[in-house]
Every structure is written in structure tokens, then in C-alpha cells.
Nanobody, 131 residues
Framework: EVHLVESGGGLVQTGGSLRLSCTASGLIFDDYAIGWFRQAPGKKREGVSCFSTGQRYTYYADSVKDRFTISSRLGGRKVELQMNNLKPDDTAVYFC????????????????????????WGQGTQVSVSS
């Protein structure tokens, strides 16, 4: 079973930066989608960024493009999300999630929604951005 642990959340001012880290264990196949999702109170959970371990595709939600960068090493066992130029709308609990990735799918298709098809989730880490 895949096990995920996130860290790196915190409180920053608008324009600040944070780096979230996800440590995964139990990755035994060649291709997973490792994703970052976030959920704020009263809002739907949404995909933020994903990485595919097989072909090293990346996905970013439009709201975070050019501000966030996802990176991965050790076959997806270490995934980070560098978050720059943070905005109050980025305030949310951020979750790391993993699922097997079929090359018949696109990463956008898998990661652009709420991630309900993801099998494994971390505990979440709070990101708060003050105005």
C-alpha cells in the first residue's frame, strides 16, 4: 500500500514562498501520478499540480501556472511543490496523493478535478497566506 506524508506548510504573507514536500513509500510499479490537491473551507477540493513517474509529465492548474513548480526524485518517493508569489486564494489544506497512472489517460484528465480516483492520500498540510 502506498503511504504518503506531507510537510512544509505554514503562514506567509502575500508574495511569499513555501516548499511542500511529499514522501512516498510503497511505490512498486513503473508509472504513478503523484499529485498535489488543495481544499479550502467551503470550497471544492481541486488539483494543483501532478507529476507522472513513468514519462515525467507535469500538470499545473491555471491558477498556479508560472508560480508553482513540481519536482520529483527517487521514482516519485520524494515530490516537492515549490510555491512562489503566494496569494490569499492559495490558502488551503494541501494534500499529496498517488494513484497508478495509465498511459491511455492524460495527466490533466487525472489531476484537474478533485482527485477522487486517487487511492492514497497524505494527512494534509496547512498553507495560509495573509493579505
Amino acid at each position: 500500500e502506498v503511504h504518503l506524508v506531507e510537510s512544509g506548510g505554514g503562514l506567509v504573507q502575500t508574495g511569499g514562498s513555501l516548499r511542500l514536500s511529499c514522501t512516498a513509500s510503497g511505490l512498486i510499479f513503473d508509472d504513478y501520478a503523484i499529485g498535489w490537491f488543495r481544499q479550502a473551507p467551503g470550497k471544492k477540493r481541486e488539483g494543483v499540480s501532478c507529476f507522472s513517474t513513468g514519462q515525467r509529465y507535469t500538470y499545473y492548474a491555471d491558477s498556479v501556472k508560472d508560480r508553482f513548480t513540481i519536482s520529483s526524485r527517487l521514482g516519485g518517493r520524494k515530490v516537492e511543490l515549490q510555491m512562489n508569489n503566494l496569494k490569499p486564494d492559495d490558502t488551503a489544506v494541501y494534500f499529496c496523493a498517488a494513484r497508478l497512472f495509465s498511459r491511455r489517460r492524460t495527466l490533466e484528465d487525472v489531476c484537474s478535478g478533485a482527485g477522487s480516483d486517487f487511492d492514497s492520500w497524505g494527512q494534509g498540510t496547512q498553507v495560509s497566506v495573509s493579505s
